[in-house]
Nanobody, 128 residues
Framework: QLQLVESGGGLVQPGGSLRLSCAGSGFTLDNYYIGWFRQAPGKEREGVSCISSNGGRVYYADSGKGRFTIPRDNAKNTVYLQMNSLKPEDTATYYC?????????????????????WGQGTQVTVSS
């Protein structure tokens, strides 16, 4: 069974850091572009960051530029989302998702319909 499993969410104070993990089960993540998305209550799911299958290209939404990074460790079959200087508005459920490289185009970096595998999500709450 092909699965993505997120972990690492939790409660953190404003200005703090968290590292989310996205692990692949049943398939090899380095064959896919991996995206991180988030969804806050009452809002649409939005893209946060994306990394190419070989790690050579990374993309960030404006919300995370300068604060988030998306390292990947193909030996561990895991992609991370390192989040620094967290703000209350970063509170959301965070999801990772995978799409084949053949489907990727810059214009659709964060188009949710282009991602074929999704994790179950991990909650991030930024609050004092």
């Amino acid at each position: 069974q092909l699965q993505l499993v997120e972990s690492g969410g939790g409660l953190v104070q404003p200005g703090g850091s968290l590292r989310l993990s996205c692990a692949g089960s049943g398939f090899t993540l380095d064959n896919y572009y991996i995206g991180w998305f988030r969804q806050a209550p009452g809002k649409e799911r939005e893209g946060v960051s994306c990394i190419s299958s070989n790690g050579g290209r990374v993309y960030y939404a404006d919300s995370g530029k300068g604060r988030f990074t998306i390292p990947r460790d193909n030996a561990k079959n895991t992609v991370y989302l390192q989040m620094n200087s967290l703000k209350p508005e970063d509170t959301a459920t965070y999801y990772c998702a995978a799409r084949p490289p053949s489907t990727f185009a810059s214009a659709t970096t964060f188009s949710t319909s282009r991602y074929i595998y999704w994790g179950q999500g991990t909650q991030v709450t930024v609050s004092s």
